[in-house]
């Protein structure tokens, strides 16, 4: 019926502008970027790199009527952003404030980082980076479930002992007591040893090597062999701690990374000045021209 094909048509020709509209905007964020594809072309999933050179997928559902109703996204993220999105909108932008929002979350990965360089972590084994719990041994078969708030992640974490009786009411309790002390801008192994009164176990695998120090940032003694770093490619420690009690040592580039995170850091020309991140007395590093 003459009536029937025309509504046909009239929904492929919708169809066929709704395809052309999402080919020329996969082109805009590149056809590389695609990792793959509903057959209709709804559902989108992007690779988007962070400034950490972290490998991230977007996932994007399209609306029929795209642009006009936003598309819903999903990541491998702690939590999402809130889309902002006009009819002028395209999935360009959808990837630029995702892309936005990994740089939000930088400082909460690597303080999970530091946490999986610096203690035992059990649990879990191979993280997505979406987890944001981690239990850790403390010791005399007692662990510790700890939760890195992803808005926050220097502050105090939410934290759950496990393990015998006796010990996890006394850990408890110096939690409790000491849970003031927690200084944002301390590595976490500090914060953490300082509040439960003990020293923690390591990895195993982190060797001493007593003819490198490794740094007190990375735990790496050397830098990674990388044509970014340039000069510093594949160097030691380069930076040692003033304050004699502490003399922690540091490859230069880690310990500007950290202080450009800290607030409170201040910068004097090519100068940073901030506090170092074991004993917090007064550092002081120049900022190297090296790439990130
Ligand atoms: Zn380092
Ligand atoms: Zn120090």
Redesign the pocket.
Known sequence: MECSEESRCRELAKASTFYRAVYSEIEEVGWENLVRFGGDLTSLSFRVLDSKGRVHVMEIQLDKTHPTYPPSISADVPYLFNLKWSSNSRLKDVVQQFRKHLEKLQTFWSTLDDIDRSLCVVEPKQASPAVSNRQVIIGNDCFVMLSIKATDPRSLPECRFIGTGQIVNLLRDRWQRNSKRWVKDKKFLVNLETLLETQLPKPADVEKNDQQVE??????PS?PVDDELRGKSGTG?DYTCDNTSCKRA??S???VDWLRSITTTRQSFDVLFGSCPYCSEPVAVKINSVKK
């Open positions: 740094c007190g940032i990375c735990y790496a830098l420690t540091f490859h580039i880690c310990l």
